[in-house]
Every structure is written in structure tokens, then in C-alpha cells.
């Protein structure tokens, strides 16, 4: 596997040397990002970062031995974002996304696969998480989505689709969304996804089987900014109070806040 394209000279031995001292501690970790997709789609994008995805309980010990190796280490976010940066290039460690839901669990690792990634044979994150995780990603500034239908297209035969079900629950909606558009971005390629699939959340479609309180707003999983309207003045329930959304309200205003000071 060719890295993406154009990353800073010195960015490998960074991001190689990170993974030298996690490996060499024991410490279990995925390949996510540009990385990931390029194992599993063969698409290649630039990028200055390289992220690994850890479990939440590995977190401390994780940021604890980089430290020590002398890595420039911060916790941006507490509920989801560690960062490990040299100059202009750094390392996400992830534990879960930024809305608080796809914690990294015993299941990311049982199912990953082994990849060529930086000319080392490493741990990448399995295309049914990636889709889980990319799903929800629709901001004003950033969209998912072709790396969804991207993800269908190479790996949608070999998913375990129950496995995705699963994983998507109640946010069902989110995933049958990309599927009809997937049949729309590639209209020759629709046994990429098993029938049955989108056939189950179509009859519950039907039956109005989306659950949720009357005022209840799922917006801000989707979009940190572009639902405030919503819980802000409209009076809807901001879905990440709810207990399955691992966001403290001082952990939303964060990153609310980081939001509004990117836009300008």
C-alpha cells in the first residue's frame, strides 16, 4: 500500500516512531483516517494527520507511554480526542467520535484487519465501524458521505451486516439514508448491499418504528453547529443528554464552542 499523497517529509518517522512505542509497550491500537480507507478503498488523499483509534480504558496509559517516550501529548476533547502533534503534522488518538456515540470496544479489534500501512503490517479498523463511524458526519464544513458510499461499493459484500445493524440501533434512519443514496451514486452496483438489509428498515420505516419523544432532536449528532436553532430557542431536547451519548452538558459546550470558534 502506497501513504497518501503529500504529507510532510518528516511526517512517517513521526507517525511510525508513535507506533514503535505503542507496540513495543503493548498497548492495542487501529489504523483509522485516510489510512484505513485507502486498505479497504484504495483511495488515496492527502492528509497531515494519522489516527489510531484506542479503547477508552487503554486511553491514560496510552497517552502516559508517548509521554514518557517524549511526544508532545494533550487531551483536546475528554470525550472523544487525544492529540500527539510534531510541528505541523500530528496524531488523533481516538476513543469514541465527537458526538459522543461509536466507542472504540473489544469488538473494533476482534474484527479488524491486518494492513500495509506506513511498509508495516498494522491493525486497521474494520469497514463496518468505519461506515458506523463516517455515518453520522455531516457538517456544514464536513461530509462523510462519499467515504459511506466508498466503503459500500469495496466492502458492502463482505459486511457483517447484522454486525452493523447492531451497531447502528436506534440511529437506523442514519444508515438507510446512505443506502438510498448509495443506489443513486452507483445504480449498477446495488448487490453490494444485501436486499434484506434496507428491505428490514424500509418495513420499520412503514410501521413508524423511529422511536424518540415528540420534541426530542437528533440533529446535533449529525451536525455540532447546524441544529442549535433546534435545542437553542425551538424547545427540542438535545439528543446528547440522552445516557447512550457519552457527553457531559460542559463536554457540549466545549465542543460547541471549539465549533463556533473554527467557523469564525
Not at 494527520?49 to 484506542?54: E, G, K, P, Q, S
Not at 466503503?151 to 459486511?159: A, H, Y
Not at 448509495?182 to 434484506?196: D, L
Not at 424547545?235 to 446528547?240: A, K, L, M, P
Request: charged share 25%; net charge negative.
Amino acid at each position: 500500500m502506497q501513504p497518501p499523497e503529500n504529507p510532510p517529509s518528516n511526517a512517517h518517522e513521526f507517525y511510525r516512531s508513535a507506533v514503535n512505542v505503542l507496540c513495543s509497550a503493548s498497548l492495542p491500537f487501529l489504523v483509522g483516517g485516510a489510512y484505513a480507507m485507502r486498505v479497504h478503498t484504495d483511495i488515496r488523499r492527502d492528509t497531515k494527520d494519522f489516527d489510531l483509534l484506542v479503547r477508552p480504558q487503554d486511553l491514560e496509559r496510552t497517552l502516559e507511554v508517548l509521554r514518557e517516550a517524549g511526544f508532545n501529548v494533550e487531551l483536546t476533547f475528554s470525550h472523544w480526542l487525544a492529540k500527539v502533534r510534531q510541528g505541523p503534522v500530528f496524531i488523533d488518538i481516538i476513543f469514541r467520535s465527537g458526538n459522543g456515540l461509536c466507542e472504540v470496544d473489544d469488538d473494533w479489534f476482534k474484527f479488524a484487519r491486518m494492513g500495509e500501512v506506513l511498509g508495516l503490517q498494522l491493525p486497521v479498523c474494520p469497514s463496518e465501524e468505519m461506515l458506523w463511524q463516517k455515518a453520522y458526519i455531516m457538517e456544514r464544513e464536513r461530509y462523510d458521505g462519499a467515504d459511506v458510499q466508498h466503503l459500500l461499493r469495496s466492502c458492502g459484500k463482505e459486511m457483517d451486516w447484522e454486525r452493523v445493524l447492531a451497531r447502528f440501533g436506534p440511529d437506523w434512519p442514519v444508515l438507510l439514508s446512505h443506502l438510498v443514496l448509495f443506489t443513486y451514486v452507483y445504480p449498477g452496483e446495488r448487490e453490494s448491499v444485501p436486499h434484506w438489509v434496507t428491505e428490514r428498515m424500509t418495513t420499520m420505516l412503514k410501521q413508524g418504528d423511529e422511536g424518540g419523544a415528540a420534541r426530542l432532536c437528533r440533529g446535533p449528532l449529525l451536525s455540532r453547529l447546524q441544529y442549535l436553532n433546534d435545542v437553542e430557542q425551538w424547545g427540542y431536547t438535545d439528543v446528547r443528554t440522552e445516557p447512550k451519548v457519552h457527553m457531559t452538558d460542559a463536554e457540549i459546550q466545549l465542543w460547541t464552542e471549539a465549533a463556533r470558534e473554527a467557523e469564525g
